[in-house]
């Protein structure tokens, strides 16, 4: 299974609204409503941010927010703070019954 | 309060066997829905789902990595223990092992990590 695609960077002032992609197939990211995101500041371990498309874990700010279409997930966040400065990956449920990463993105905070 | 604590040597030589030990705290592989997974992640690169165990000992591995993984639980100790056969120094990495619960955040969702243990392959 290959990693899922996603841009090396975006970046964003703050305030702004900034949307990360992540693309796959319909193995995987289009044929299951199982896409989760995680945010990872350097040093530190993942954090989930969204899990099934669009819910959000408790204690998760609503400025996240996930959406899907076709083979295409996204990550919005929206307000940005410095804080949300950081790397964030995407991961689906695959046909194969497994899961799969994207490449990460950074994010960076103007 | 669910915790996971990695443990296991930082430093192997190449050709040997790594074994990686997932400490429980807070919740039970014995209940129902709840899942451990080992993801890795090389310094500077992208997470790597590497291994999965759920309650009802249902294993799920990564296909590219499948023929070196092992995964397996021990409930009356609280543990999950990975095992990578064959380690190269390609596998010098951060290992995390991840907490998912059915009940809060679904199947396939990561939703308490632990702390992760780097491990390097040196001859």
């Known amino acids: 299974q290959s990693a899922l695609t996603q841009p090396a960077s975006v970046s964003g002032s703050p305030g702004q609204s900034i949307t990360i992609s992540c693309t796959g197939t319909s193995s995987d990211v289009g044929g299951y409503n199982y896409v989760s995101w995680y945010q990872q500041h350097p040093g530190k371990a993942p954090k989930l941010m969204i899990y099934e498309v669009s819910n959000r874990p408790s204690g998760v700010s609503n400025r996240f927010s996930g959406s899907k279409s076709g083979n295409t997930a996204s990550l919005t966040i929206s307000g940005l703070q410095a804080d949300d400065e950081a790397d964030y990956y995407c991961s689906s449920y695959t046909s194969s019954s497994t899961l799969v990463f994207g490449g990460g993105t950074k994010l960076t905070v103007l | 309060q669910i915790t996971l604590k990695e443990s296991g040597p930082t430093l192997v030589k190449p050709t040997q066997t790594l074994t990686l030990t997932c400490t429980l705290s807070?919740?039970?592989?014995?209940?129902?829905?709840?899942?451990v997974g080992w993801i890795r992640q090389p310094p500077g690169k992208a997470l790597e789902w590497l291994a999965l165990i759920y309650w009802n000992d249902d294993k799920r591995y990564s296909p590219s990595l499948k023929s070196r993984l092992t995964i397996t639980k021990d409930t009356s100790k609280n543990e999950v223990v990975l095992t990578m056969t064959n380690m190269d120094p390609v596998d010098t990495v951060t290992y995390y092992c991840?907490?998912?619960?059915?009940?809060?955040?679904?199947?396939?969702?990561?939703?308490?990590w632990g702390q992760g243990t780097m491990v390097t392959v040196s001859s």
């Open positions: 991840a907490h998912i619960g059915f009940s809060t955040t679904g199947w396939y969702a990561f939703d308490i």
């Open positions: 807070g919740f039970s592989l014995s209940t129902s829905g709840v899942g």
